[in-house]
């Protein structure tokens, strides 16, 4: 079929927004006019789309076939990758395949073109004699992400209490063509020249990163309005300038300031003797010091990132430096991220957005994400498919440049007869890849674990020694990585592939990180040898484009490859918080002396292996620490975000154990799917974690999430006391679950009766979101801001010492679908335990406004008030009339009788003893002292979290407590009996070795333990996203628990 000159174009299927086509209709007829010829093509079947920017008809009226038979055409061209099943045999296909670098997602399409005898021709890899991609849409990306921004930016501006002319544009999708989206930005222009931005929201400075085409597009748009450039050494004295003019003006700046940097201007060599070298900064970016954060972000309003950016290289902020910026005052309003690199150059920017959805809110002093534009903080744009807002324009820029290759690749089944560019972008032929691209067959196999099925790879495998090796430099564009991966096979070593980033230009060069390993020690060196060898050959060339370096990790004992033939085993913590301390007990003891439990499960096994435990922190102390006078147990500093590190220390171990906060969790899991790790987690299962199961399932393991005191202990629980009901023939009629981590009795002793072991600030939002249970059949839903009002008392009988509540706990019907008794439960519920009279004291709290997260206006001024008088403010105390301060008037000690007669004025408290209890709490956590509020502080939440912190901490003496008890009723169909079965865990602090062991600590770092030891020792089978309510889970954990003398205390009675 190749080389028949039947063309067609297939409809795009990968997202709903693109809307782009390889080809215009006048393209179409410009090769149809060309027939046969090696400019033309004699066919054209373009298949049927309804939201293609291109009408079917107007393909039809040129002369196009409209069908969605593409079974005649030879060549088929598309933008994006087709779905699997639109790939036919024998054809020639041309698209953005993504597969060069063997992208592990895209490995299936690689495998069904190879299977069904495709030749493939990538656009990607279309590139002129100078380097340059001949084939892309960068400059429409930075057009649309720019004018997208610039719409939010108005809106950001209106939140903030600000009209800006920028209010009035639309997103580009909104606009009929770019010049009419121009136009728009040429009348925000006329507007800003003629009256000026508002004077408190400038200078306004755009900083562009990068030179390139997606920055120059972004440039082409900002050039539209009144602007002036600075070089970026010049910044911070314009901005001064523009500062003191507008000193005394009552109107703002009548332009904008733009501000290109490029790699010289974000780092700087190490040796302070050497200057700024490009090639040296691509090819050994560890001799270089980010300095974008000190240099160029102070001055910043709005960060347009449009340069390429890998994990090798410095980030352009860090979301520590970010956060540090922002304590400082910095005048940063948004970032527009067109390159959408998530957790890349700005650490912070987490998450992709869409084009109906374009922007986040980020706020660095909560390290908090929101989906509003009001607020603290950032608003942060990551748009991953900009150019199809441009549809029109971008097809017409991009069939422009195809349609000269198309009538070649149409024409011709010999690829050998296609001029250079395109017989090199020619990945694969009649289904066998071309010898450019024979690497991406062995950088897969080097992580595969069923290397018998890979016959031509036999020779791989684990080896007893290994080092890390690392080459930099033009290793696809020039197929150096070829010559690599020869001299490894050919001396009888095997490599595994850590990382691997490519350049995207003629300038940027490619990095490979490499696990190479031997069978002696020896033949490793001689390898290493052969490869330093092959990189001063390269470099003594001097061919600029072919330089070729490599960097060698140190060989010792710890860099050889573990022998599995002994019984030891590795697992890595990642995190050292409170919860690291008992997971990294358990497993360093688990077989040896001083196991303290008989873990029966594995009695089937020739003993447990000892497990080497690593405890990795972003602080090394924090993880020695940790670790401190545990056996089999070493500390590591490691930022989950450098890749390289993380890949790493990983590869070391067999399970991982992420305790981090759940944002990180999804970065981690990737790793360990791409390096077949099991991972383990006590955090929910989110969205993101749950689309991985295919992938885990896939790289043969297990993510076991869930897997702490709740979510954990909880579910294993819940699934006994079910699975038990319904194998004696019973149903579920009502489950109710309360938990709470709360001070013992003894260390109660604040007048909220509780006390965090951690930021408060997540068991503050606790109690606003919103609630839904089932209760006798009846679905009842509790509003966020209703939740403390809700609170019930509640009392155990079996524990009659405790007085207790509860509130409501978020959605309990998914428990209800989770536990598959949804339908034969009428009364399904989850509940919070605190002490009684938290939730009325805390309703009171919330109610005054202190739990209020929006930027107020007393502490948006330089000069902060004291607490005394912004507690004045919030009990409505007599104010001067611009409500900036509190009058002199302000009684300047408020007496408690007087604030108790507020609140209940104010309707905060219905009774004066709930009053009195509020003041009580609002004197205890000093929210009356006259000392100064923090300039950190930019909310009645972010004071009240900070004086919680401070009030409510334990001492290292002070026992905490873990209360968990679910309630079942079982009815029996046979019969009319019923029975009631509880089951009650209750944990307190322990003192260990001179210090507090917490309760909580150990009821989420234990069963996260325990899940790594199931699935060391292979008692865990099932593989993909996992949570512990299969038998195969809960039955040894709670077995495990119980040895340990975390017990369930359990009662059954019939009725």
Known sequence: MNGNGVVGILSESCNIWERRAPLTPSHCARLLCGGTTRSGASRIIVQPCTKRIYHDSQYEDIGCEISDDLSECGLILGV???????????????????????????????????????????????????????????????????????????????????????????????????????????????????????????????????????????????????????????????VEMDKKTRLHASRGSFQLYGCVVTCKDIVAPKDTSKSFNKVDYYSHPDNYNPIFHETIAPYASVIVNCMYWEKRFPRLLTTEQFQDLMQQGSPLVGVCDITCDISG???????????????????????????????????????????????REATQHFGDVLSQFVGSLSSTNDISSLPPHLRRACISHHGVLTSLYEYIPRMRNSDSLNISQNISYKQFGKKKYATMVSLTGHLFDKFLINEALDVIEAAGGSFHLVRCEVGQSVDAMSYSELEVSADDGDLLNQIIDSLSSLACKRHDSREVRSIFSLKVGKVDANSAVKDHTGNRSAVLILGAGRVCQPAAAFLSSSGTSETTCDVSFVSEVEGLRRIHVIVASVHLSDAQKAVEDIPNAEAAALDVMDKEELYKYISKVEVVISLLPPSFHFVVANACIELKKHLVTASYVSDSISQLDGAAKSAGITILCEMGLDPGIDHMMAMKMIDEAHATGGKISSFVSYCGGLPSPAAANNPLAYKFSWNPAGAIKAGCNPAIFKRQGETVSVKGDELYDFATTIRFPHLPAFALEYIPNRDSLVYGRLYGIIDEASTILRGTLRYEGFSKIMSSLAKIGLFDTETHPLLKEELKPTFQEFLGYLLKFSMKEDLQKPADSVVLALEESQMVERLTMLGHCKEKTEAEKTVKTIKFLGLDEASEIPKSCQSPFDVVCMQMEKRLTYTETEQDMVLLHHEMEIQFPDSRSCKTHQATLLELGKMEKGKMSAAMARTVGIPAAIGALLLLEEKIKTRGVLRPVEPEVYIPALDILGELGIKLIEKVELS
């Open 80 to 238: 994006k990758q087709p779905k699997l099943e639109m790939i036919l045999p024998d054809r020639a296909y041309a698209f953005f395949s993504h597969t060069h670098k063997a992208q592990k997602e895209n490995m299936p399409l690689l495998d069904k073109i190879l299977t069904e005898r495709v030749t493939l021709f990538d656009y990607e890899l279309i590139v002129g004699e100078n380097g340059k991609r001949l084939l892309a849409f960068g400059k429409y990306a930075g057009r649309a992400g720019m004018i997208d921004f610039l719409s939010g930016l108005g809106k950001r501006y209106l939140n903030l209490g600000y009209s800006t002319p920028f209010l009035s544009l639309g997103a580009s999708y909104t606009y009929p063509t770019l010049s009419a989206a121009k136009a728009a930005i040429i009348a925000v222009g006329e507007e800003i020249a003629t009256f000026g931005l508002p004077s408190a929201v400038t200078p306004i400075v755009f900083v562009f990163t990068g030179s390139g085409n997606v920055s120059q597009g972004a440039q082409e748009i900002f050039n539209l309005l009144p602007h002036s450039y600075v070089d970026p050494c010049q910044l911070p004295e314009v």
């Open 345 to 391: 150059s700005l650490e912070f920017i987490n998450q992709t957005t869409t084009i109906e959805k374009p922007f986040f809110r980020y706020n660095p002093f909560t390290d908090s994400y929101h989906d509003d534009m009001k607020g603290i903080g950032i608003i942060c744009q990551s748009v991953d498919i900009l150019p199809t807002e441009f549809a």
